[in-house]
């Protein structure tokens, strides 16, 4: 069944969309403010975001454009806040629904259930790029069909990587993804992580540094 983050700063609220949810066999996390919502998206996965707009600290807004650098985790705006400009403004960073509050718990459902639906992965859920592989649902790599061993760092990089084969995605993308929003340590371990894909892809060639901004998959030699 499908995991759902339930981010709403009012504990009754969030008590009451867990139950319901629960009650529709879902596995429910929550968070009660936008800090505590991007730590968790980047701990563990999850299939369905449903997103307060009025949260102390980062607000709706701020958690779904971190999420939205790096991810296309289904977002649904879950908020009083009913004007258009609000709703324009939430599906320009790309949400996939928009509900205001007060809302019916069943039509809530039935809500999150069609965005699951129009979000499902493919059965395979395999990313392939020329001779490498790599499995979202198994979490497993293989390389011209031979299994390749990484580190979940290592995995999380590849993964970030195959989903914009040939696009140059930022260090800075990477270590927000890997190592968390907040990470403030040296971003050249980034590099040393790379450096030990390469070896393990068999080729050196196969993701390119772009100085100054990020790294690239592409075809190695």
Request: overall charge neutral; some cysteine; charged content about 25%.
């Amino acid at each position: 069944m499908a995991r759902i983050l339930v981010v709403e700063d009012n504990p009754d609220y969030r008590e009451l969309l867990q139950n319901f949810l629960e009650s529709d066999h879902y596995t429910v996390a929550a968070a009660c403010d936008g800090a505590q919502a991007l730590r968790l998206v980047h701990q563990e996965s999850f299939d369905l975001i449903l997103l307060d707009l009025m949260l102390p600290g980062i607000d709706g807004y701020g958690v779904c454009e971190a999420i939205r650098r790096d991810s296309n985790i289904p977002i649904i705006m879950l908020t009083a806040l009913d004007s258009e400009a609000h709703q324009v403004r939430g599906f320009d960073l790309r949400i996939d629904d928009y509900i205001t509050k007060p809302v019916s718990m069943r039509i809530l459902l039935r809500k999150a259930a069609a965005v699951l639906r129009r979000t499902a992965p493919s059965e395979s859920a395999n990313l392939i790029f020329y001779g490498l592989s790599l499995n979202e649902k198994s979490h497993t790599v293989s390389v011209a069909g031979n299994p390749a061993q990484f580190t979940l760092r290592e995995y999380e990089i590849l993964l970030a990587l195959m989903r914009k084969p040939g696009e140059v995605v930022s260090r800075k993308a990477l270590l927000s993804k890997v190592w968390g929003y907040d990470f403030y340590g040296d971003d050249r371990i980034v590099d040393t992580h790379i450096k030990n894909i390469r070896k393990k892809l068999g080729a050196e060639d196969c993701i390119e540094t772009v100085r100054g901004v990020g790294y690239k998959l592409q075809k190695g030699n």
